[in-house]
Each structure stands twice: as structure tokens, then as C-alpha cells.
């Protein structure tokens, strides 16, 4: 037998094995099961950690596997820090793996350095997926390091604490390899920003990015050392109250990405306050002819979108809040009869690039797939 042979028969007895021995583990609120941070020390590689509805005080934990998946059951459950903390970082720490959570709420994360997060997440992969971070210091927070990959899907990320002189982003990106976030909803922050990503890759997608009536958030998206990001389909709303007339930043701080480059198609910009830069693009702290490409995008309020910017910028046209459905019920979408219905251009042949949205943001939460259109609109709703 070659040893090739030999190898591949090993490797799938090991696989075979590892998932006979894989358990699910059940948390549960006192008395009901284990402690989440029992389970967290017992569980293994491939297992699964089921946790019982119920609100966990001070349950916090460190994840060193390699591979799990820990699912909320039935109504969310809700960790509360409760004043207490993982390594002076947040409620849980994901160490380094391929670690997937569920349905899981965190709350109240708060630490010395005021740098608190719901998750921590230092190294691998993890995928985020129904959750909810609310009034924590950071609602996901991770470190800087450059193969980390964070998927975030159909999860809530809301109220930030309202301290002066804090900077508590609702979503703290550091330099991974890729962000990706799509069906969320970010609302209530304050002083920072709602999303900030110093990702290599940046996709933006489907999201409600609404700070509210009383939200206080400066950036809605801040992606500060550019990278390749893409921004699609979104309902981006700049409060009235803003700390910062900028609704994307793109390059602030410069330290780009090689090959950095930036789309953003199909969004819904709103802003309360007056004077709204809707993008900007710092052009003098990023690559010289860096691609830039903005196409039908919907504006309302006072302000700019190609302005000052660089790049390609077709189908974008402003609008009136009497031609969307009902924007204070977060109904962004064009009415039936809206003069700017199918007026937008083809996003499937941009510069040899295909920025066509194949889903929309639906309330509460989460996407709706959609086909492409005969005649595309503006906007982040083709229906």
C-alpha cells in the first residue's frame, strides 16, 4: 500500500473517530445543568454546547477548543457580565479556532480599561450567528491578527454605554484577514461608532445601519485603513444627534491595505443632520488610483456623496422622505409610484465587477433573497 494510501486511511479514521466521540454538553440556569463556564473547561473538539433558556449571571468563560458549537435553545438566552469578566476582556473569550455561536445573548460587558466586549474573539475562525450584544463597551471586539476570519449573521448590535470620554464602538474590528456581515441590525450608539473595521476584506451587506432618534453614534461604518470592502445594500441612517457628520469613512487613518479598493452599491443614505458628508474618501492616506466605485446609492438629507471623493459614481440620485414608504417605521424602501423607480443603472457590469444585491434586509431581522430586476432602482429595497 503507497504511503499516500496509508495517510488518507489514517486521517479518516481519526475524522471518523473525533465525531463518534463528539458530545453535546447542556447549560443550564442554576440547578438545570452545568454552569457555562463548566461546560466551556469540559467540552472538547467537535462538541456541542446546548444552553437552556434563562438569563446567566456572571457566567463567564475562556474557549481554548479548536472546533464547537455552542447554540442558544428556544427563547435566547442572556448572559449579563453582572460585573464580572474573562481575563479583564469580556464575557467570553474565543481563543483560536472554528468556533460558531447561536442564538445567544450578552449584556453589560464593562472591564477596568473601559475596553469591555460581549465576545472577544483573539484568533481563528468564528461565526456569529442570531445573537445579540447589547450596552456592552464592545458588542464583538477582536485583536489584530492577520488569518482571523468573523462572519456575522441576522444578529442585533445596540445601545452603547453612554459614557463621556469612552469610545464604545458597538463592533471593533481589528486587522483581520475578513469581516462579513449581513441580515443585522446596529442602533443607540454613542460617541463611536456603530460598525469600525480595520479588516483586509470588508463585506457590508444587507444590514439595517440606523442610529435612531436617539442615538449619538459619530461613523456609522468607519473603515479606517481602507482594504478591499465592499458595502451593499444597506439602509444607513445618520442620526441628528451625531457626534460626526460622516456617514462611511473610508481611509481616515491611513495604514491601507495593499490592494485596497472600495464598492458601494445599492445603499440607502439617510441623514438627520445637516451638512452629511454620505462618504469620504481620504485620498491623500490611501494608494494613488485606488478603485472606487458608488453606484445607485439613494441620499436623503443635506449633504454630499461624490464631492470631494474619487472614483466611478453612477445611478446615485437624492431623494425625498415622501417617496419612501414610511421611514419612521424603518420602511426605506421607494413607493410603487416613486418617480426614481427603475432609474438606477446595471450593477452587474461595473468595471468588469458585478455589484448586484441578490438579497434585502427584512424586519425584524435578518434577509430576504431577491432575482434581479428588469429595470434596477436606487437604493438598498428593489421591491
Given amino acids: 500500500m503507497k504511503a499516500s494510501s496509508r495517510c488518507a486511511r489514517a486521517l479518516l479514521s481519526l475524522m471518523v473517530a473525533c465525531a463518534c466521540r463528539a458530545e453535546t454538553l447542556t447549560v443550564g440556569p442554576p440547578g438545570q445543568g452545568l454552569s457555562f463556564h463548566q461546560a466551556a ?30 447554540r442558544g435553545i428556544g427563547e435566547r438566552p442572556v448572559f449579563d457580565a453582572d460585573g464580572r469578566d474573562a481575563e479583564g476582556k469580556a464575557i467570553w473569550v474565543v481563543r ?13 460587558a464593562r472591564v477596568p480599561d473601559r475596553n ?29 491578527v492577520g488569518d482571523a476570519e468573523l462572519t456575522i449573521e441576522d444578529s442585533l448590535f445596540a445601545h452603547a454605554p453612554r459614557t463621556r470620554g469612552a469610545l464604545h464602538h458597538l463592533l471593533y474590528v481589528g486587522r483581520i484577514a475578513r469581516l462579513a456581515i449581513t441580515g443585522s441590525r446596529f442602533h443607540d450608539g454613542f460617541g463611536a461608532h456603530l460598525i469600525k473595521s480595520r479588516a483586509r476584506e470588508s463585506r457590508i451587506a444587507y444590514n439595517l445601519i440606523v442610529d435612531g432618534k436617539n442615538g449619538e ?47 458601494m452599491a445599492h445603499n440607502t443614505l439617510v441623514s438627520d443632520a445637516s451638512g452629511a458628508w454620505f462618504l469620504r474618501v481620504w485620498q491623500d492616506r490611501l494608494p494613488k488610483g485606488l478603485p472606487v466605485r458608488v453606484i445607485n446609492n439613494l ?16 445611478g446615485n440620485y437624492p431623494a425625498l422622505r415622501s417617496m419612501l414608504v414610511d421611514i419612521d417605521a424603518l420602511a426605506y424602501g421607494l413607493l410603487d409610484g416613486a418617480l426614481l423607480r427603475g432609474q438606477g443603472v446595471d450593477p452587474r457590469s461595473i468595471d468588469g465587477s458585478d455589484l448586484n444585491p441578490r438579497a434585502e434586509f427584512t424586519l425584524p431581522i435578518g434577509t430576504r433573497p431577491i432575482e434581479a430586476p428588469r429595470d434596477w432602482s436606487p437604493g438598498a429595497f428593489q421591491r
Fill in 41 to 70: 473547561r469540559q467540552a472538547r473538539d467537535g462538541d456541542t454546547i446546548d444552553v437552556l433558556p434563562g438569563t446567566y449571571r456572571g457566567d463567564v468563560a475562556v474557549l481554548n477548543q479548536h472546533r464547537l458549537l455552542i
Fill in 217 to 263: 453614534a459619530s461613523y456609522e461604518i468607519d473603515l479606517p485603513n481602507g482594504g478591499s470592502a465592499q458595502i451593499i445594500g444597506n439602509v444607513i441612517h445618520q442620526s441628528a444627534r451625531t457626534t460626526n457628520p460622516v456617514l462611511v469613512a473610508y481611509g481616515a487613518e491611513g495604514d491601507a491595505w495593499p490592494g485596497s479598493s472600495l464598492a
Fill in 96 to 108: 483560536n479556532g472554528d468556533i460558531t455561536i447561536e442564538n445567544i445573548e450578552f449584556r453589560g
Fill in 299 to 314: 441620499t436623503l438629507g443635506i449633504g454630499v456623496l461624490s464631492s470631494g471623493n474619487p472614483g466611478r459614481f453612477d
Fill in 116 to 144: 469591555g466586549a460581549g465576545l472577544r474573539f483573539e484568533q481563528g475562525r468564528l461565526t456569529v450567528r442570531r445573537c445579540a450584544f447589547v450596552d456592552n463597551e464592545n458588542g464583538i471586539l477582536t485583536a489584530n
